[in-house]
């Protein structure tokens, strides 16, 4: 048997509106107890459901609720989560965090998480063994246990507003590599661990025009050296890769990234590439990119 600690505020909210429902067709308070406990399958007090029903005490009064709505914030915050963004559950403390070098990184993350209804904090961290890094973080149940929901709802969302939600996730997990000699040979690549993931980027990538590649980069159990100390991968590395030019190009103009220091790499390949480009290549781009060229 659940408790309503262990469910999303969506669902106890749902709980809380048939515990009305049930009062005003004269039940009383023990047997609307026993009905919400088989019907929903939790641990109620009947104490609970008295406050309820008199309007003593209101589970939300308290509880930050967000838009969890298919949106293009959304869309992003979930790209971002299955990249760098960590989340955590100490204490009943719901977090969802981001922590990384590009403050402009930080600044789109937190304006997403603003357009869905929620306030982040945001800060610096000066560490002498690493890198100092921005972050912004926010407390929220109902956002954690979303994003901690089925991982095909999360995707759901993403074939919904696909270039964000890339956006998202090649911000976190994507880079850009820029040949010095020929600058018309960059490649953009993202590492991730799940399979799935990437599966789903090749797929929303597809429908943009944009071809990429999966393959495997490191193998579990692979030695790397990080800041002077030994590690071993503990999984499989896969790895996806846009290195055709026309993708690269049509990634550039359709999706490209919140960070700077990587946009102004494709700024640089697309400087190269276009004067390079046959008139009938250009307007094939420019089609799959509505035009912003």
């Known amino acids: 048997m659940r408790t309503l600690r262990e469910l999303p505020p969506s669902e106890v909210e749902r709980i809380q509106e048939r515990a009305l429902q049930l009062r005003e067709s004269g039940m009383s308070y ?17 104490a609970t459901v008295l406050r309820w029903c008199k309007g003593t005490h209101n589970t939300f009064n308290k509880t930050k609720r967000v838009n969890l709505n298919p949106s293009p914030g959304l869309a992003y915050i ?14 009943y403390q719901y977090r969802i965090r981001l922590k990384v070098v ?16 929620v306030n982040p904090r945001t800060g610096f961290e000066h560490n002498k063994g690493r890198s100092d890094r921005w972050w912004v ?12 929901g089925p991982e095909e709802q ?10 964000e939600f890339l956006r998202g996730f090649f911000d976190s997990e994507g880079s850009v590599f820029v040949d010095k000699k020929d600058p018309r040979r960059t490649t953009i690549v993202a590492d991730n661990y799940n399979t799935e993931v990437l599966k789903l980027c090749k797929e929303l990538l597809g429908t943009l025009g944009i071809h990429s ?11 790397v050296m990080i800041r002077g100390q030994e590690y071993q991968y503990n999984n499989d590395l896969y790895r996806i890769s846009i290195h055709r030019r026309t993708s690269v ?37 420019k089609s799959y990119s509505g035009g912003r060229i």
């Open 102 to 117: 590009d403050r402009d990184f930080t600044n789109s993350f937190k304006k997403a998480m603003e357009s869905i209804g």
């Open 30 to 46: 023990l047997r609307i107890t026993r009905e919400l406990a088989e019907e929903f399958k939790v641990s109620l007090s009947k």
């Open 154 to 163: 999360l995707f759901e969302i993403a074939r919904v507003h696909p270039k």
């Open 78 to 91: 979930i790209g971002v989560y299955l990249g760098d963004a960590s989340i955590s559950d100490r204490n």
């Open 213 to 223: 590649t999966i393959y495997l980069v490191k193998k579990k159990g692979t030695k």
């Open 137 to 148: 973080e926010v407390t929220n149940k109902e956002l954690f246990m979303f994003l901690k």
């Open 249 to 285: 190009a049509r990634f550039a103009e359709k999706i490209g990234f919140s960070i700077l220091r990587k946009q102004e790499k494709l700024e640089t390949f697309l400087e190269a590439f276009y004067p390079h480009t046959s008139e009938k290549d250009y307007h094939k781009i």
